[in-house]
């Protein structure tokens, strides 16, 4: 069966300093890969997808990025966060067409 | 497209009533919809998925509707319980590859 990993589940992050989430799969090939972004009591943003390794769809520009440096890794990343990066982040997968499974989440707080 | 930035708006049934939540669409060429739930602090669950060619599909409670004219789409749950508790999402999906969240909409089961 398949599964979705996401880690850390929590961080505390100063304003400034990097960033990396890192998120991975098991169980599939090739699938789509997402990171979306919730503030606290608001919708799901999301900020990028991925249909395959090293093809990266951002939906809304800003202060991060992501990579898929294998089939089943997916990275989120900023070089320095500012206070407004902290929500609620979530990794999902999905094969073509059907719905996306999503990971537990991190809860980035920056300060 | 998604809504982000607003307020969830609220549901509050009593327990053992059925609930009725809306979700408006805004792509015409969607071709795929899915309704997820939402624990507090957990990532997304899939509930059902109903795809553009049919207007109805039922799951264990649980009764998706839509209708392609108005761009609407509802979830309803039958002798809602506590458990029921949690903020419900509808997504769309356009091609196969972006998957696009409603605002969401916090449901709260009276005991």
């Known amino acids: 069966s398949q599964t979705i990993h996401q880690w850390p589940a929590t961080l505390v992050q100063p304003v400034g300093s990097p960033l990396s989430l890192e998120c991975t799969v098991e169980?599939?090939?090739?699938?789509?890969l997402y990171w979306y972004r919730q503030a606290a009591g608001r919708g799901l943003q999301l900020l990028f997808y991925?249909?395959?390794?090293?093809?990266i769809s951002s939906e809304v520009p800003q202060n991060l990025s992501a990579s898929r440096p294998q089939d089943r890794q997916f990275i989120l990343s900023s070089k320095k966060l500012l206070l407004s990066d902290s929500g609620f982040y979530l990794c999902?997968?999905?094969?073509?067409?059907?719905?996306?499974?999503f990971g537990q989440g991190t809860r980035l707080t920056v300060v | 497209g998604e809504s982000v930035g607003l307020h969830l708006p609220t549901l509050s049934v009593q327990e053992g009533d059925n609930s009725i939540i809306n979700c408006a669409y805004s792509?015409?060429?969607?071709?795929?919809f899915i309704w997820y739930k939402q624990e507090s602090g957990k990532g997304p669950q899939f509930i059902i998925d109903?795809?553009?060619?049919?207007d109805k599909r039922q799951g264990q409670r649980v009764t998706v509707l839509l209708n392609k004219t108005v761009k609407h789409l509802s979830l309803q749950i039958a002798a809602t319980q506590p458990g029921d508790s949690a903020v419900y999402f509808c997504?769309?999906?356009?091609?196969?590859?972006?998957?696009?969240f409603g605002t969401g909409t916090r449901l709260t089961v009276i005991p």
């Open positions: 999902a997968w999905s094969e073509q067409g059907t719905e996306a499974f």
């Open positions: 169980g599939t090939s090739n699938p789509n």
């Open positions: 991925s249909v395959g390794i090293g093809q």
């Open positions: 792509n015409s060429a969607s071709d795929y």
């Open positions: 109903i795809r553009s060619n049919m």
């Open positions: 997504a769309e999906k356009t091609g196969a590859n972006n998957l696009f």
